[in-house]
């Protein structure tokens, strides 16, 4: 069985900075893909970036600029830095990983964590 757990949400005044982080635990023989979506009440998830195994980034055009993606393949953790953070984007974050487990490839979510954006 695989879990991830994010951490890090909370309440931030408008231009301020929160750093999220997801750590992926259980039978991982590897991971592939990580990403970090985000859900406003009355809204979808909708995905926020993207990070490959190799690195490679990318970003909803958004928060392009203000948010960076990281990982850590050592510790499986990936985090999210989110700066210069507007109202908009009050939402529970989720993270969600491409993890090779028994033999195959399946994505897993985490439980997400609330960030609000508010003065």
């Known amino acids: 069985q695989v879990q991830l757990v994010e951490s890090g949400g909370g309440l931030v005044q408008p231009g301020g900075s929160l750093r999220l982080s997801c750590v992926a635990s259980?039978?991982?023989?590897?991971?592939?893909?990580m990403e970090w979506y985000r859900q406003a009440p009355g809204k979808e998830r909708d995905l926020v970036a993207t990070?490959?195994?190799?690195?490679?980034?990318s970003y909803v055009n958004s928060v392009k600029g203000r948010f960076t993606i990281s990982r850590d393949h050592a510790k499986n953790t990936v985090s999210l830095q989110m700066n210069s953070l507007k109202p908009e984007d009050t939402a529970v974050y989720y993270c969600?990983?491409?993890?090779?487990?028994?033999?195959?490839?399946?994505?897993?979510w985490g439980q997400g964590t609330q960030v609000t954006v508010s003065s």
């Open positions: 969600n990983a491409e993890v090779l487990s028994g033999g195959r490839y399946s994505y897993y």
């Open positions: 259980g039978s991982i023989f590897s991971i592939s893909r």
């Open positions: 990070i490959s195994s190799s690195g490679s980034t």
